[in-house]
């Protein structure tokens, strides 16, 4: 029996599940949770994650996977090549950290301004079963921090073709997703991010990235 992903096909967490399992070739059933209608606050995805996010791994076991990390964890462990979360200890130290770096300084400063801004999102500055209402300063700072994250990443990609390490990696598809999903609130790289930009049509060429 495969495993069953529980995904929304536009938001941006599943996604990088969807790369990884296709980068590792792991073959899984999918089950569409519309956050649009608000299916992840329903008794019934409740009682799969009650976390009330997506993407959430089904296994074999009955466990239930509720974390992008914990997902690639278990892939890499099932399938070790490729080696997403890196092969020695220091690529995998690299891997680790690079990975939590993009996230806080990148996936949170686009959820910060998404979330305080969006009037479909008033009452829900935070996604889980809590409600809790929008702060604009917290936009106002993210919107500052994504430019900061871009040079950031720019500096990091000189003369280099991943993030973290010589191959492609779980901190790569983590900046991916990130790169495009700041489009949402209208934050993309600019010409002077050359390197980024030469990195972001590479990795976005990848097979992968359409999944």
């Known amino acids: 029996m495969a495993p069953v992903l529980y995904d929304f096909t536009a938001a941006p ?4 599940a969807r790369i990884l399992l296709a980068e590792k070739g792991i073959a899984h059933e999918t089950v569409q949770v519309d956050l649009a209608k608000g299916e992840q606050l329903g008794d019934a995805y409740r009682a799969i994650n009650p976390a ?11 466990v239930v996977l509720t974390e992008n990390i914990g997902i690639a964890a278990w892939a890499d462990a099932v399938k070790p090549e490729p080696a997403l979360l890196g092969s020695t200890p220091e690529e995998k130290g690299l891997v680790l950290g690079w990975n939590a770096r993009i996230e806080f300084e990148g996936f949170m400063p686009v959820a910060e301004v998404l979330r305080n801004t969006s ?3 008033t009452g829900r500055a935070l996604p889980g079963p809590v409600n809790f209402e929008q702060i604009p300063a917290l936009a106002e700072r993210g919107s500052v921090r994504l430019t900061r994250f871009f040079d950031m990443l720019n500096a990091r990609l000189e003369g ?22 700041a489009k949402w609130v209208k934050h993309e790289p600019k010409p002077e991010h050359a390197n980024l930009l030469r990195w972001h049509a590479s990795v976005s060429a990848r097979p992968s990235a359409k999944a």
Request: charged share 25%.
């Open 13 to 16: 967490s599943p996604r990088r």
């Open 52 to 62: 009330c996010t997506v993407p959430a791994l089904k296994l074999d076991s009955g």
């Open 119 to 121: 009037k479909g999102m």
């Open 160 to 181: 280099r073709d991943f993030i973290a390490t010589g191959r492609f990696s779980l901190a790569d598809i983590t900046a991916l997703v990130c790169v495009d999903f």
